[in-house]
C-alpha cells in the first residue's frame, strides 16, 4: 500500500515537473525569439548604440547589478529609438539623443518628478523637460554655443563686449575701421551647416522664442508657413554682419574649428569667432594658448542674451519598471539614474565634458570647462533654446550653402527664404516624412530580419545567392555592417525603413561578387571577420587581425540556395531550383555594401548594383506586405 | 508534608503570575492611554495647521488683493491724463510708483508694450517680457491677469526674483508719439513667501513654499524637510502613507477644485503635517510643511514621561496590591493550617475520644454485666440455697456489693451526663460541714471496715462548719477521692480524711479536704491523665480494680464548678494524699460540735406512711425500708388511686407520702398538685417526698413546684429516706 501511494507520488511530481519545464522552455523560446534582449527578469535592460562605452561604464560601476545591454551600431539611431520607445523595447533605462513627445512620455516613460534627483537640477534646465509639472526626461551634458573673443584683444584696443547685436555690428565696423586686416569674426568654413546655424540663432534669439515665433514654426512644419516670416530677422542680422564685412571668408574657407582657432584667433588674426563645433578640442587649444579669452552669449537687438544649447543626451526610465514585480529592478534603476544625475556620472557618460555644462545646479559641476561655465551661470535667465536642426533636415544644407556663398561672395540674402520655401513645399509633398511602405503581420526576431534582408536583396533577381552578415556586437567586436535589430508587427514608415539595414549609408548600392561554390563554403562556416584596433569603436572588415587588439566571426545568413550542415560544417549546397553547387564552380553573390572583408572583395571583384539595400527592402515589403515571419537558413 | 510543601510553590506561581498581570495590564494602559492621548493631539494639531495655514494664506491673499487693488489705482490715474510722448508716460509711472514704494517693500511698476517688450518707469524700454519659462516669451500676456515669478534679469544685475502681477489693460495707455501699452505690471518682493514658521510648537523644521495645482514647485528657496526638496510634491507624495486628514485622493481633487486640504503624512519614516492652501493666485498652492517629530517633541517628551509615569505607578501600584494580596494569603494559608492542624488535632482527639468511647463502652458492657451477672448469679444461688441460711445471706450479702456497685457505675455515668449536658449547676445552699462529713464517713467507714482498712478522720480543724456551697456536689468529691483510697489501697491499709480550716478573710475560709492512704499509689505518667475521662491505669490489661475511669474526671469538675483546687501526690506503692482546697464563705450563727465519733443513724419513728410506687420491686423495698424502722404504710399503685386514698383518709391520718413520680394513670406531680389544691387541713402541709429516677435538676424544680417537699433520688437509700422522714415528719413541714 505503501509502496503504491509512493509510486503515484513520484509519477505525479514528476509529472509537474515535465509540465513545469516544458512550460517553461516554451516561455523561454517565445521570449527569445521576439525580444532584443535575453530576458533575465531581474536584470536591468539597456539599449545603447554600439559606439558608446556606456556598457563599460556601468559595469563597473554597479558590478552587483544585472545588465543587459543591446548594442545597436545600426543607421537611423534616432528613428530606432523612436520605434523602440513606441514598442516598449527601448529597455528599462534609455540615454540617447532622443527628445520624446509629451504623449509618447506619458504612455512610455515613468514621471521622475517625485525623486529627489530632480531637485539636483538647475531650474531653468528642469523646466524644458516640464510636461504638466512631470519630469519624463532628464537632460545629460549640455553644449552650448557661444561667441568666442580674444580678451586681450579687447582690452587693448579697449572694445567693450557688445551687450546686444546693434552693439556687435558696431563693434564689427570698429574692428574694421581701428585694425589693419583683424578679422572681427570667424567661422568656420568646411562645412555649410555652419552659416545655417549662424542663422537660425540669430532668429531664435529675436523671434522665433516668441509665442508668435513658436507659432510659425508649427505652421512652418505643416507647410502653412513662409520661411520669410519666421527667418527674417535672423537674415537680416547676417545681412548686417555681411554688410559690415564681420567675415574673412577666404581666409577661413576650408578650415574647421580647431584649425581655425589656431589659424585665425590664436594668431591674433580674428577678434572673435563663432563656436558651432569642436569645442572641446577649441577649449584644449585655449588652454594651453598664451592669449586670454572670453566668451559672450549672442544677442538680440535688444540685448537679451540667447544661449543655443543641445542637450547631448536625455535620461528616461520605462515605466514598465513601475509594474508588479519588478521592485527590485526599479530599486537598481533609481540607483543608476542618481548616479547618472551626478556630476561623476554625466562627466563618465558624456564623451567628452571639458566645453559640456552640466544641467545640474552650481555646487554640482566640477569639471565643466570655466569660461563656458561661468558664460552659463551668469545667463542662466537668459533665453536658452536648442540649436535648429531637427524639423529643417530638408533645406538645411542648400540653406547653409546658399548664406555660405552670399558671406564668400559679400552677397544678398534676399533670395534665401524664398528657396527655403520652396524646398520644404516640395519636400511635404514627396511625404516622405510619414509614407508607410508596408506592414508586418507579428515581431520578427533578430535572425528572422537579418534572415529577410538576405532574401530582399535574392528576391531582386540579380545574383545565383545573397548573403547578409548578423549585424551584433560580440563582445568589443562590432559587425556595423550586418542587418540589424528587428522589424515590429504592425506598419513599417519610410524613416524606419533603414533602421535594420547592414552599413552606416543607406544610399551605397549593393554589390555583386563572383565566387567559388568552395569560397562560399568556407563564408557559411567561418563568417565574417571583424578586426578591432586601439582607440576604435567600428570594426574593420579584414581577413588579417595583424595589430588588432580584438577579432570576432559573424554569421553569414543566406538566401537563393539550400544548405545542409552539420556541426557547422556544410554538407551540401543546393541552388533553389535544384542545381547541386560545386566547389570548383563559380556562383554570383549579392553582398550588402561593405557586407564582406578585403580578402573576399579581392579575390569576388565586387560589382555595384544598381540599388541599395533599402531599396530592395522597400521593394520587397511592397510586394509583400503584410510580411509574415520566414523561415531560417541555419 | 507534601500538601505543606506544595504550598511555598504554589503562592510562588501565583504571586509571579500576579505581578506579570499587573505589568501588563499597566503596559496596556499605557499604551492604550498614550495612543489615545497621541491620536487627540494629532488631530489638535492637525487643526492648528490647518488653522494657522489658511489664517496666513488669507493675509496673502489680502497682500495679493492689495497689489491689484494698486494696480488699479495707478491704471485709474494714467487712463485720467492725456500723454504727448513715452517719457511722459514713464514719468507718471515713476511717480506712482514712488508713492507706492514704503520702507519696507520693494516695489516696481513696469508697463508691457503692444509689442511686448517692458518698460520700467526709470529705465525705459527693457526687454521682452518673458514669463516663467526663460526660453519663451510670456504667453501670459494673452490673460487678463496673471501672476508670475521673474528674475527681470534685464533691469537688474542682481540675483533676485520678483512677485509680478500682470494685468492687461481694458483701455491701453497711448501717447500721441505712438507708444502704446496694453499691460501693467507691479512687481514686488518675492519675499513675501518667505514665511518662517519656527514656532515653539511647530518646531524648526518647517517649510512654506508655492506649488501649482499640478504640483510643481512654483517658487525656490531654502528648504528645511527633506520631503519639500522634490520637483514635483504630488508626485512625491504617492508614496506616502496619509492617515490623518485628507487622503491623497482628496488632496488631489482639492487642487482641481481649488480648495484647500490638510493632512498627516508617514514618508520615508517621517511624519508631517502638510496643508495645501489655495491661494487667490494662478493656480497657485501655499503649502505649509511642518516635520511632526520636531514639532511634538516637546509634547512628546511630556507624554512621554507622563506614560512613563503611568506605567511606574501602574507598577507600584501592582506591587502594593501584589504584597497586599500576598500578605492576606500567606494569613490565609496559615489560617488553613491552623485549622487543618486543629482539624486534624480535632479528628485525632475525636478519634481518640471515640476509641475511648468504644473502650468505655466495651468496659461498661463489661462492668454492667459483671454485677449484674453477679446478682443474677447470686439469686439464682440464693434461690437454690433458700433453706441454707448462711449461704443465703452469703448470696444476699454479694447480691448488695454487686448492687451498690452497679449503683456507683449508673450514677457515674448520669454525672458524665449531667456534666456534658451543662445540666449540672451550683446550688449553694448552707451546710454544715460536720453533718456533711458525718454522711460522708458513715459510707467510708463501712466499706472501709469491710476491707479491714483503719479509717480515720480529723475535723478538729473546722473553725467555722457553717459554710455557703452545693453539698451534692461536695459530697460526691468527697465521696469519690475516699471511694477511690478504699479501692486503691490494700486490705489492712491505712486511710485518713483530714478537713482543716485556714483564714482567708472576715467572711470566708479556705478550707482543706486531705486524703491519705498507703495504697497503691499511682505512676507519674498516669497522674498526667488523671482527670481524663475514661483513664484508668493499666487500662490495657484487666485489672481487679473495678470502676468507670470517669471517676477523678467528674471530681475535677465538681471542684471547678466549685471554684476549687484539687491537688494531688501519689508515690507507687507507698500512698496517695488529696487535697481539695475551697474557699466557701462561713456563717457565724450556730456552731454545732460534732464529736468524730458521733455519726447519725435514723431513730426508729412511728410515722403512718402513704407510699404510691407502681414497680412492684421498688415498692416492696421502699416498704420494706418503712416497716423495718417502726413505719406503717399504705401503698397505692398510681397517682389515681394515690389521691383517692389521701382524701378519703382522715385529716393528719398520714404523716408523710412517699410517691414515685411516672406512674400510670396520674403521675405523682400532678397527684401531688391535686392533694395540695384538696379542701382539707392537711392538703399543704403533709409532707410529700418523691423518689424518682429523674436524677436532673429540672426534675428536682419540676416536683419543688408541683408542692413536693423533698426529692429523691433512686436508687433509694435508707439513711437519706429516714432522714428526710424525720425531718419533714419530726422537725416540722420544711423543704429540703
Known sequence: MIKRSKKFLISALMLLLTAGLLAGCSNAQEAESTSLFTGDPDAIQIFIWGNSDHKDILTEKFPDIKFDFYEYNGINITATIAKLLEKDELGDIHINSLRVTDENAKEHLMDLSGMTLCNKYEPSMLNQYDIDGAIYQLPGSVSVRCILYNKGMFEEYGWKEPQSFDELVTLCKQIREETNGITPIVMGGATCGYYFTTMTTFSQAEYLYTPEGAEWAKKYAAGEASAKDGFASGFEMMQELIDARA????????????????????????A????????????????????????MPFRNREGTAFLSNTVSYNISLSKKLEEKGNEKKLADAQRIIEW???????????????????PLKEEENPYSFKLYQDLWEENLDCIKAPMLYAGYEDVLVPTGDAIMAAVKENGSLDQIPGMMDTLHQEYLKGGKEAIEIGNFAEDFSHEETVQLLAITLQEM??????????????????????GHLK??????VEEQLACTLPGNNQLTPCVQMKLTGAQIKTLLEKGKQVVMFEGERSGKYLDSTEGAVAWDYFDYYWAGMNVDMKDGKVISMTLDDGTKMEDEQTYTVTFAPTDYTDGIEQIGNPVNLDYPAKEALRTYIQKHSPVTPVELCR | MDAQNKNPNKLRLIRSAFVLCITLIAFVMVFITQTVVDQGMRNHQLQMVEMVASRITENMNHYFQGQWDNIQYVRNTLTQRSFTEEDEILNCLAEEETALKTSYNELLLLLIDDQGFYYSANGGKIALWRGTNTAFASSELDREKSVTINSLAELSSESKEYLCFTQKLEAPITAADGSCFTHMVL??????????????????????FIMNSLGKTINAQELNTDLAKTYNLLKTLEKAEFFIGNTYEEVKTSMTLHTSATSMIEFDNREYYISFQSMGIEDWYAVFLIDQYDMHSSVTQIMYDMSLGLAVGFILMGIVLAGFLLYNTRIYLAEERKNKEQLRLAMEAAKQASQAKSEFLSRMSHDIRT????????????????????ALMDCLKKIHGASRHLLTLVNELLDIARIESGKISVNETQIDLYESMAVVHDIIESRALSRNQTYQTDFSGISHPLVITDDNLLTQILLNLLGNSVKYTQEGGNIKFTVFEEAADAQSAMYHFIIEDNGIGMKPEFLEHIYERFSQETISARSSYEGTGLGMAIVKEFVDLLDGVITIESEVNVGTKFEVIFTFPFLLETQVAVSDEAHFSGAKQSYHILLAEDNDINREIAQFMLTENGMTCVTVNDGQQLVEVFSQSAPNQFDAIVTDIRMPVLDGLDAAKIIRALNRDDAETIPIIAITANAYEDDKDLSLN???????????????????????????????
Open chain 1, 247 to 270: 567675415f574673412d571668408y577666404e581666409k577661413n574657407e576650408g578650415l574647421w574649428d580647431t584649425e581655425l582657432f589656431k589659424a585665425r584667433m590664436n594668431t591674433n588674426e580674428a
Open chain 1, 272 to 295: 572673435m569667432m563663432f563656436l558651432w563645433g569642436s569645442q572641446d578640442a577649441v577649449a584644449r587649444e585655449i588652454e594651453h594658448s598664451s592669449n586670454e579669452y572670453g566668451v
Open chain 1, 340 to 358: 547618472l544625475s551626478s556630476s561623476e556620472g554625466i562627466y563618465a557618460i558624456t564623451n567628452d565634458t571639458s566645453t559640456s555644462i552640466f
Open chain 1, 461 to 482: 533577381g540579380d545574383s545565383d545567392i545573397s548573403l547578409v552578415s548578423d549585424g551584433i556586437i560580440k563582445g568589443k567586436v562590432s559587425n556595423n555592417s550586418g
Open chain 1, 487 to 492: 522589424f515590429y508587427k504592425g506598419p513599417l
Open chain 2, 187 to 208: 512687481a514686488t518682493d518675492k519675499s513675501i513667501f518667505d514665511i518662517d514658521l519656527s514656532l515653539a510648537s511647530f518646531g524648526t523644521i518647517t517649510d512654506v
Open chain 2, 371 to 390: 454485677p449484674l451477672n453477679g446478682i443474677i448469679g447470686m439469686t439464682d444461688m440464693a434461690e437454690a440455697k433458700a433453706d441454707d441460711k448462711p
Open chain 2, 706 to 736: 408541683a408542692g413536693i417537699n423533698a426529692h429523691l433520688t433512686k436508687p433509694l437509700h435508707e439513711e437519706q429516706l429516714l432522714k428526710i422522714l424525720h425531718q419533714l415528719c419530726g422537725i416540722g413541714k420544711e423543704t429540703t
